[in-house]
């Protein structure tokens, strides 16, 4: 079955860069969705087909796919951006089974 | 906008069957995939299986032989039934619909999750 990895957590100051990975076998020839889940919410679109953004995201959220590995981008971090990310694709090798990842932490210092 | 909003019991014996009913609002659920996720509390999402509006459904293996997921156009309702539950099964249970996509060569496949319900925590305990 196929597998996706996302690093459990990733750190970044106000203002800055964050980046988060999902990494899987030749990811870059799937379309990767990507959302957020804020603590006791339900889960927010807010990357989807690699790099599309659903209508009221904002365009510090981006993202890009190719060879291993699919990344999603948050430019200008800021406090409310603390949440869990999750990468998803369809694995049409089985069944078109949904895959998700194991979700990243993404922490504003 | 469209709205999703699981309801159903919230505690469901071992062994038993687990019921949940996800009613759609602001739009219709034709033309769309409809899809039922779990998470287990402090974990990650699992995808559960989908069901299109025409009726054909396709599930996660790890589960197939437990799942059945109906849909209910007439009422803008679908329907999760998992059962043999254990406690393994305690998780928040999230309806969602799934954008589709179109291949001129294989047809419609479902993208995106595009709208999600608020999720409706179901433990299974005696």
């Known amino acids: 079955s196929y597998v996706l990895t996302q690093p459990p957590s990733v750190s970044v100051a106000p203002g800055q860069t964050a980046r988060i990975t999902c990494g899987g076998n030749n990811i870059g020839s799937k379309s990767v969705h990507w959302y957020q889940q804020k603590p006791g919410q339900a889960p927010v679109l807010v990357v989807y087909?690699?790099?599309d953004r659903p209508s009221g995201i904002p365009e510090r959220f981006s993202g890009s796919n190719s060879g291993n590995t699919a990344t999603l981008t948050i430019s200008r971090v800021e406090a409310g951006d603390e949440a869990d990310y999750y990468c998803?694709?369809?694995?049409?090798?089985?069944?078109?089974?949904?895959?998700f990842g194991g979700g990243t932490k993404l922490t504003v210092l | 906008q469209v709205q999703l909003q699981e309801s159903g019991p919230g505690l469901v014996k071992p062994s038993e069957t687990l019921s949940l009913t996800c009613t759609v609002s602001g739009g219709s659920i034709s033309s769309y995939y409809w899809s039922w996720i779990r998470q287990p509390p402090g974990k990650g999402l699992e995808w559960i299986g989908y069901?299109?509006?025409?009726?054909?459904?396709n599930y996660n293996p790890s589960l197939k032989s437990r799942v059945t997921i109906s849909v209910d156009t007439s009422k803008n309702q679908f329907s999760l039934k998992l059962s043999s539950v254990t406690a393994a099964d305690t998780a928040v249970y999230y309806c969602a619909r799934v954008q589709p996509y179109y291949d001129i060569l294989t047809g419609y496949w479902p993208r995106d999750f595009d709208y999600w319900g608020q999720g409706t925590l179901v433990t299974v305990s005696s």
């Open positions: 087909d690699d790099s």
């Open positions: 998803q694709v369809w694995d049409s090798s089985s069944d078109h089974r949904g895959v």
């Open positions: 069901i299109y509006y025409s009726g054909s459904t």
